[in-house]
């Protein structure tokens, strides 16, 4: 048996969630701003996959999916030339599309949050999610999506 993991952190709480409503956007049932209010209103404090903490950065969730539905086509367009080669959108898993886009959304359009630690926290929900390579393959495009988009950063 394994030790029991550290719980998240609010910020990682908050990512956590926000892939699970990209998520449910993407199944195309509701718009990003009645998840995040369903996701703030209801499902606060509720536990399990559908849930969110109730002591989730709340700012930051709102703005990862706000964030990453109002530039879709342009994170899609980037994770996309971070794919490796036999590697096209399409052929991705929707729950794992939904990480990289938060990360990805992160990566571009959050200079406050350090490439690496994007990254990491991409990585650890996709841990959460799966056990097999989904994990690397996250951790694969959205290092290359920082190395496009945050060089100076990632040198610095």
């Given at each position: 048996?394994?030790?029991?993991?550290?719980?998240p952190s609010r910020r990682q709480a908050a990512r956590l969630a926000a892939v699970q409503a990209l998520y449910q956007w993407q199944e195309g049932q509701d718009e990003p701003?009645?998840?995040?209010?369903?996701?703030?209103?209801?499902?606060?404090?509720?536990?399990?996959?559908?849930?969110?903490?109730?002591?989730?950065?709340k700012p930051l969730f709102k703005d990862v999916v706000e964030g990453t539905a109002s530039h879709k086509d342009e994170l899609?367009?980037?994770?996309?030339?971070?794919?490796?080669?036999?590697?096209?959108?399409g052929r991705i898993d929707r729950l794992v599309r939904a990480i990289l886009l938060a990360g990805a959304y992160e990566l571009v359009h959050r200079r406050d949050v350090p490439p690496k630690v994007a990254i990491n926290e991409y990585v650890e929900?996709?841990?959460?999610?799966?056990?097999?390579?989904e994990a690397t393959f996250v951790n694969s495009v959205l290092d290359r999506v920082a190395r496009q988009e945050r060089a100076a950063d990632l040198a610095g």
């Amino acid at each position: 048996m394994s030790t029991q993991p550290k719980p998240p952190s609010r910020r990682q709480a908050a990512r956590l969630a926000a892939v699970q409503a990209l998520y449910q956007w993407q199944e195309g049932q509701d718009e990003p701003g009645d998840i995040v209010a369903q996701f703030l209103n209801v499902r606060a404090g509720e536990a399990g996959e559908g849930g969110m903490r109730r002591d989730a950065d709340k700012p930051l969730f709102k703005d990862v999916v706000e964030g990453t539905a109002s530039h879709k086509d342009e994170l899609e367009k980037t994770v996309s030339s971070a794919l490796a080669e036999n590697w096209t959108w399409g052929r991705i898993d929707r729950l794992v599309r939904a990480i990289l886009l938060a990360g990805a959304y992160e990566l571009v359009h959050r200079r406050d949050v350090p490439p690496k630690v994007a990254i990491n926290e991409y990585v650890e929900i996709a841990h959460a999610f799966y056990d097999q390579g989904e994990a690397t393959f996250v951790n694969s495009v959205l290092d290359r999506v920082a190395r496009q988009e945050r060089a100076a950063d990632l040198a610095g």
